[in-house]
């Protein structure tokens, strides 16, 4: 185990805020599973804070194994010093420090896409990119006003998503939205009170599902330039669903069903 420096304990937990994570293009994420995803994927690991008394024997020494092996930096903490960096309640006692990765957005690369246009709860949204990663679509959007993708609830909802998906944050949606058509993709947005029943849909080989902010919906100017407005039929008196939730729906009809 490495030894942690008031410096280096400081530096890192500027981390917890939005702008600092900005300057230093690094972020924090909490938990076993997490974690374990961040150390098997191709984004480089700044540190490892270990809590020993709450991480399991086996897991602990894998993590450091993995540390050493690859030469990141492993600091064995007290609860108090990993307070600092836990926003959770019960904490898994592991939290790594991780730097973003710049991904180059190819459009060739792309069949099929999820585009968030300034959805503000921060589970929805990381719910919404670990769906994604469960039923294969190819990459995910995040128009400007959405939450920030690391945000701390953000990353834990994405339960190690965040991983395996490119990603592309305060993007314009209008502008990706124009790129896709030119492309010959068919756009969706999910509407509660859409025109198109969505199991009416019939298979697309290209196509991008636009969701909106929980309360507000899509913006207009944006709507406008969609193809289909679609709604899930009800059979129940329950005023909306969910945003993640219809998601779901949504994502796993098209890509199964339609």
């Known amino acids: 185990m490495d030894q942690l420096s008031q410096n280096v304990l400081k530096r890192f937990r500027k981390l917890t805020n939005k702008k600092y994570r900005q300057l230093e293009n690094k972020f924090v994420i909490e938990g076993l599973k997490i974690c374990s995803e961040a150390l098997s994927s191709s984004f480089n690991i700044i540190a490892l804070f270990i809590c020993s008394p709450m991480v399991p024997s086996p897991k602990q020494t894998e993590f450091i194994q993995i540390c050493k092996d690859r030469h990141i930096p492993c600091y064995s903490v007290d609860e108090r010093v990993l307070s600092m960096f836990s926003d959770t309640i019960n904490s898994q006692g592991v939290i790594a420090i991780v730097e973003k990765q710049t991904i180059n957005l190819n459009f060739e690369d792309i069949d099929s896409a999820v585009i968030i246009d300034a959805a503000q709860d921060p589970g929805n ?134």
């Open 125 to 258: 949204v990381g719910t919404i990119i670990r769906t994604c990663d469960w039923f294969g679509i190819d990459s995910v959007f995040l128009g400007k006003g959405t939450v920030e993708l690391y945000n701390p609830k953000v990353l834990r909802s994405t339960m190690g998503s965040i991983f395996h998906i490119p990603i592309f944050e305060n993007v314009d949606c209008l502008s990706i939205i124009h790129e896709f058509k030119s492309r010959y993709f068919t756009i969706f947005a999910a509407d509660s009170r859409g025109d198109t029943n969505l199991y009416s849909v019939e298979k697309k080989n290209k196509f991008a599902i636009l969701f909106g902010n929980e309360s507000a919906g899509i913006h207009a100017r944006i709507q406008s330039e969609t193809d289909y407005r679609v709604q899930i039929p009800n059979r129940g008196r329950a005023e909306s669903l969910n945003l993640a939730v219809a998601a779901g729906i949504l994502i796993s009809y098209m890509v199964n069903h339609a």
